[in-house]
């Protein structure tokens, strides 16, 4: 009797660390909430862990059939055709954005901010919106293109490093945009800094994929976008807090 209480008890430990481990992150905050010291600052989480509540795909009211809330992320399903990029409901102007993301082997997938949404004057939202690119640069070919790598902001300014995790394994994202000043962070390291709306900036744009769109990069508010680019790919932790 007592052997088994033990091996009872041995296992019941194991299940709970290892439920621990799935539901909460490194710095012991259970995913998808809120610490302490997060809510006393004033940040709001975008995803609750369980539904797709205060997102839509852009150009509808609601998140598509692709995109589920599935084990605590935002899933896009790339075996289901019914996708589109998933925009939130609210717009936000000075932030400062993190999020967790997940690619797929050979995966694509993007985070887009300042997104004007309005699908009637824009096809889509990279039409306004810039983008920290989100890939598997060692399997997808945009990685050999300079300024389309993880972290870059893409076909703008490539990354200053590359502290990447493998495929497969959670990276942590931050965009930080307030009052013209722009800064990307992968995995606690600043991988971009630069203005946004001055002459240089300009100059960026004009020398980019994105030169024959008018009005892409002159907002400096606007919705936050995760892009479907026909991979499977996993968000989690998405939390925000206006600056």
Request: with cysteine; net charge neutral.
């Amino acid at each position: 009797m007592v052997r088994s209480l033990t091996i009872l008890a041995f296992s019941t430990l194991c299940l709970a660390a290892c439920s621990s481990s799935k539901k909460t992150t490194g710095n012991n905050t259970a995913n998808n909430s809120l610490g302490k010291d997060e809510a006393a600052e004033g940040w709001q989480l975008l995803f609750d862990g369980t539904s797709t509540r205060g997102w839509h795909t852009y150009g509808k009211t609601a998140a598509s059939a692709a995109w589920q809330a599935v084990d605590g992320t935002i899933h896009l399903d790339a075996s289901n055709k019914d996708g589109g990029d998933l925009v939130t409901d609210e717009a936000f102007e000075n932030f400062h954005l993190k999020l967790e993301w997940k690619i797929s082997r050979n995966g694509n997938s993007g985070i887009i901010f300042d997104v004007q949404d309005d699908p009637a004057k824009y096809k889509e939202v990279w039409y306004t919106g810039p983008e920290m690119q989100v890939l598997d640069n060692d399997g997808h070919p945009d990685g050999k293109i300079f300024k389309h790598r993880a972290g870059n902001l893409y076909d703008l300014i490539a990354s200053t490093s590359e502290p990447v995790k493998p495929v497969g394994e959670w990276n942590l994202a931050e965009i930080i945009q307030n009052r013209g000043k722009l800064e990307l962070k992968l995995n606690g390291v600043t991988v971009v800094a630069t203005n946004i709306g001055d002459d240089a900036w300009r100059t960026l744009i004009a020398g980019s994929k994105f030169k024959n769109m008018p009005d892409f990069g002159k907002f400096s508010m606007g919705k936050i976008a995760l892009q479907d680019h026909g991979n499977n790919v996993w968000y989690r932790n998405i939390k925000i807090q206006k600056l």
